[in-house]
């Protein structure tokens, strides 16, 4: 199988094997709101900003990216674990800022599970920074 990746914007039709992706992904819950036509609003709300990267026409890595028009969100950075290590996950998240950065957002968020210290070394080595003085909170509404 070939090393090279390309990335492309996700789109509808990558539902099934990003949603498997993320299922096989330690850190990753697949939740309320990843049904497919929540997941197609989101693309349609974002357009551009979600990505996939692919091996061979094979997705490999996926995330959702949008923003609320004041600040940007990143979901579900996932890349299949026998192709970690090689620049695909930093690949996407900088087609994910560039395309942020490109619509004025000038600070992103995410989470990150307490338990998921793989996923929190990656984000501390993309630069971002844990904010002591919040506390994510939720509510289910629907």
């Not at 036509?37 to 890595?61: K, T, W």
């Amino acid at each position: 199988m070939s090393e090279n990746f390309i990335t492309r914007a996700f789109v509808e039709a990558d539902y099934d094997p990003v949603v498997k992706l993320w299922r096989d992904t330690d850190g990753v819950e697949v939740a309320e709101g990843d049904t497919r036509a929540d997941i197609a609003a989101y693309l349609r709300r974002n357009p551009g900003l979600s990505c996939v990267a692919e091996v061979d026409g094979l997705v490999v890595a996926a995330v959702l990216c949008g923003h609320d028009g004041r600040r940007g969100l990143v979901y579900h950075l996932a890349v299949a674990q026998a192709r970690r290590g090689r620049g695909i996950g930093r690949a996407l998240l900088a087609e994910c800022i560039d395309g942020l950065r490109g619509q004025g957002i000038k600070r992103v968020l995410l989470l990150v599970g307490k338990d998921n210290e793989r996923g929190r070394a990656f984000w501390l080595a993309q630069g971002f920074e844990e904010i002591a003085a919040a506390l994510p909170l939720g509510k289910d509404v629907g």
